[in-house]
């Protein structure tokens, strides 16, 4: 297996040399069998990698330990359920794993693509098999083989890290990887209309969906990311501004940008050159994302090991950028607006500043994740870019972006009239101003989460308002009963009003990471029977009462689980359970240090979080942290909700564009006729 | 004023507060990071690193680790070779912390010269692959 895994790894590096090569030729001097061939070459970069991951998948189920690879992160005693995922827990793996995902969009992109934008496809064919062929170089050459074998075979492997022993973790990385390694779609897309010249609107169309698609993936694998740090980590919180978080969220603002400003683009035929350059952007950071996690050059908690990998995707990334900004640069003379802005409280006005806050959050995000090269390479210094500067930062940003999220739908394009500003703005400015006298009258004083709460109010009273106009206007026109006219708005308007759906989720997410100023703490060392007490920022007084220890074998693990009776204001609601686990091999040895199973209670109002820190001195005697984490519970919800109106802006067939506003494409044409001053 | 010179107005205003809270957010919330013979070195030309919050990163010298857990103090000395300090530090230690990992301590270094920590973080080599056994 692991010969025949190599093997095809050799054969997909040759095919997608093959494809590049007859990709870029066959665009260029317009050879239909060359295009053909691409083609063709997409599906068996496909096969072959497929081969080369069925390969890894049964060495790894096999246990055969003679591949380095398998030994280094399983075990015998491994459950079932983590052999899958130990095919990207690891470096090699995971080149292997990125690189077949990318042939599997590639192979999509080929098969999904309409008609209309034919020209593209065999320069996408070529870009998507070049990034495939420098990660399969990447494994064969640099090199990180996920098929070397060891001179000898152990009997056992050492197994598998434990804090990537939880389904998050199974779940999370693919995620992840699948909207890292999408970006490339839409990149190769923005090259192709590059190299085409077909830098008309048409492309934006192409581009669009993808873009969607990937950032969805992102969004998903960010907060699967959010809530296996929050379950497995056991630090009481699901975002620490790891190098590793921030380059996966760095790529999923600039898209956010992009999703907006590409509407300017659309209706009025403006910032062609900005938007390209953020899809060109994204996938950079997409690959400077992966060069950080993989090089060792930013320590983080999550990095993988030191390797010369890291030096391989430095030059990728150098020629990259390289090639792109020449090719940008030859191309701006074609990017030319239609049309200027003509007021400042207009809907393009508004998307501007939309972008211009996602850029500068990404820009910050960038820099404080690069800041300690920085000022040691300016200063000879270290200093830290801590969880405290980035909260200093990004927060009053955010807050900014939430309450143009609430600003921007409901100005009109071109010129907002005050008439018009009068009628739209009337009930969300009540609705915000309302729950900010709300939340003073309640005895709330963190300036933070009061913004945080009253712009969220006002973001969901203009969705609500939106909803509401559209829903009677049908009612008015068909007669067609509330919730039948919700729906209808819904399905004839997915993109408006999905992306209305989005924004709620943005809110409650906000609302989530507000309850976060309010999380209260406490240590304590309680002997079975002992009760410690709590009081949470909802007015409650918990109590956790240690029941006693129990310490018992299973599968790969020998666990010590502490059971705790939890009473709210003296009534018991239920009982919590954390353990700590020492992973062992099958021989019984000890692998790995202790790790920490989290106890969570979770409500709509604060999740009760507990931590088994350890035993005293091996009685009975426990040290606890219990921690209680308002409204954790709303970011999770939020992030459903967030898929959710991802998925409906996605889905399709229907008509593209809403019954009640024109096609946009006409709406662009009408600025054209009518030149700006 | 035209709608252009207002926007423009407005980015610079946004880029300005960027550029503005990313400047005052490193001085008021930014700490050195230092290495023990940094450290040693810059106390000793400069005291007001005296009770200055900021991290230090070393390893732990193996056999120093002591846990009291009844009190949930836990004191080790860490080192990069050369200098050596000796670590306080009341609360809970991370998972992976253990005699003769590389950690990054975040407190102040006392006059007493003992550093008063108020976080440990341990370094595990990787998410992903197995702590190298030492
Ligand atoms: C992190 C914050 C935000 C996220 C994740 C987000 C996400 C989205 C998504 C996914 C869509 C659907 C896009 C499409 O179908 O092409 C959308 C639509 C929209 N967004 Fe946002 N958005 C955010 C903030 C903002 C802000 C700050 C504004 C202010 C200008 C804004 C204004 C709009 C508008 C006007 C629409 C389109 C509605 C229509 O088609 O008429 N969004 N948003």
């Known amino acids: 297996m692991p010969l025949l895994g190599t093997l095809a790894l050799w054969l997909a590096f040759l095919v997608g040399l093959w494809g590049a090569i007859t990709g870029f030729v066959g665009g260029a001097q317009g050879r239909a069998d060359l295009q053909q061939s691409a083609r063709h070459a997409t599906l068996a970069l496909l096969a072959a990698l497929a081969i080369a991951v069925i390969s890894l998948e049964i060495a790894i189920f096999r246990h055969d330990f003679s591949v380095a690879y398998v030994a280094g992160r399983t ?156 379950v497995e980590l056991g630090w009481g919180g699901y975002w620490a501004w790891d190098p590793v978080e921030n380059a996966a969220l760095l790529p999923w603002l600039v898209m956010t940008a992009f999703l907006h400003s590409v509407m300017v683009q659309e209706k009025r035929g403006m910032l062609k050159k900005w938007n390209l350059a953020l899809i060109l952007g994204a996938w950079v950071l997409s690959i400077f994302g992966t060069f950080l996690t993989r090089s060792g050059v930013i320590a983080s908690v999550h990095s993988f090991t030191e390797s010369p990998v890291g030096y391989y995707f430095l030059a990728f990334l150098v020629a990259a950028v390289a090639a792109c900004t020449v090719l940008y640069v030859t191309r701006l003379p074609l990017l030319e607006a239609e049309a200027t802005l003509e007021s400042i409280l207009s809907r393009e006005a508004s998307f501007l500043f939309n972008n211009l806050l996602l850029i500068g959050l990404a820009f910050s995000v960038l820099w404080g994740t690069l800041f300690p090269i920085i000022s040691e390479a300016v200063k000879g210094v270290k200093i830290t870019y801590g969880v405290p500067t980035f909260n200093f930062v990004n927060i009053p940003l955010g807050l900014v972006l939430l309450l143009v999220t609430g600003i921007g739908p409901l100005i009109a394009w071109r010129r907002a009239s005050t008439a018009n500003l009068k009628r739209q703005f009337a009930l969300p400015v009540t609705a915000g101003v309302f729950a900010l006298l709300i939340f003073l009258v309640a005895g709330m004083r963190d300036v933070g989460a009061l913004l945080a709460f009253s712009f969220g109010a006002f973001v969901l009273g203009t969705v609500f308002q939106e909803f509401a106009r559209g829903a009677r206007a049908r009612h008015r026109q068909y007669g067609e009963p509330t919730w039948l006219a919700v729906f209808q708005l819904l399905s004839r308007n997915r993109r408006r009003y999905g992306g209305y759906i989005v924004h709620i ?20 060392t309680l002997r079975p029977g002992e009760t410690a007490e709590l009081r949470g920022r909802d007015g409650h007084l918990y109590s956790f009462t240690h029941l006693g220890i129990s310490q018992y074998n299973t599968l790969n693990r020998y666990v010590t689980a502490a059971l705790l009776e939890v009473k709210r204001d003296g009534k018991a609601i239920g009982r919590l359970r954390t353990e700590k686990r020492q992973h062992v091999d099958a021989l019984g040895n000890k692998t790995f240090e202790p790790s920490t199973e989290v106890g969570i209670m979770s409500g709509l109002r604060v999740d009760l979080y507990v931590v088994l820190a350890g035993l005293v001195n091996g009685t009975e005697q426990a040290v606890f942290r219990f921690t209680i984490n308002p409204l954790v519970w709303w970011v999770w919800f939020g992030g459903f909700v967030l898929v959710i109106g991802g998925l409906i802006v996605l889905w399709p067939g229907g008509p593209a564009t809403g019954g009640t506003t024109p096609p946009r494409s006409q709406a662009g044409y009408a600025v054209k006729l009518e030149p700006a001053q | 004023m035209k709608a252009g010179t207002k926007f423009a107005l407005g980015a610079v205003l946004i880029i300005g507060s960027v550029g503005y809270l990313m400047a005052s957010g490193i001085k008021q919330t930014g700490q050195y990071f230092l290495t023990p013979s940094e450290l040693a070195q810059h106390v000793s030309t400069d005291p007001s690193f005296y009770d200055l919050g900021l ?71 990787s998410r992903y692959e197995a702590v190298p056994k030492a």
């Open chain 1, 505 to 524: 989720g943005i809110v409650l997410l906000f609302m989530g990471f507000a309850g976060m100023a309010f999380k209260t703490e406490t240590e304590a």
């Open chain 2, 55 to 125: 991290k230090v990163g070393a390893r732990v010298v193996r056999g120093t680790v002591s846990k009291d857990v009844a009190s949930q103090t836990l004191s080790f000395h860490i080192t990069d070779g050369t200098v050596n300090y000796p670590v306080v530090f009341k609360g809970l230690p991370p998972d992976t912390f253990t005699d003769s990992v590389e950690v990054v301590v975040e407190g102040r270094l006392q006059r007493d010269g003992v550093i008063h920590a108020t976080n440990v973080l341990a370094k595990c080599g």
């Open chain 1, 75 to 230: 075990s015998r005693n491994l459950p079932t359920f983590y052999l899958w995922s130990a095919l990207y827990s690891g470096q090699e793996g995971s080149l292997l794993f990125w690189a077949a995902v990318l042939s599997l969009f590639a192979v999509l992109a080929q098969v999904l693509t309409s008609r209309r934008h034919r020209a593209f496809l065999p320069y996408v064919a070529g870009v998507t098999s070049l990034v495939a062929t420098f990660f399969i170089g990447v494994m064969l050459f640099a090199p990180a083989n996920p098929f070397t074998r060891l001179p000898f075979t152990p009997l056992d492997g050492s197994g598998m890290n434990p804090q990537l022993q939880n389904p998050g973790m199974v779940f999370h990385p693919p995620m992840l990887y699948l909207g890292y390694i999408s970006i490339t779609i839409p990149f190769a897309f923005a090259i192709a209309a590059l190299l085409t010249k077909k830098l008309d609107t048409e492309w934006m169309v192409a581009v669009r969906k993808w873009t969607i698609v990937s950032w969805l993936f992102l969004s998903i694998g960010l907060l699967i990311g959010m809530w296996w740090a929050y």
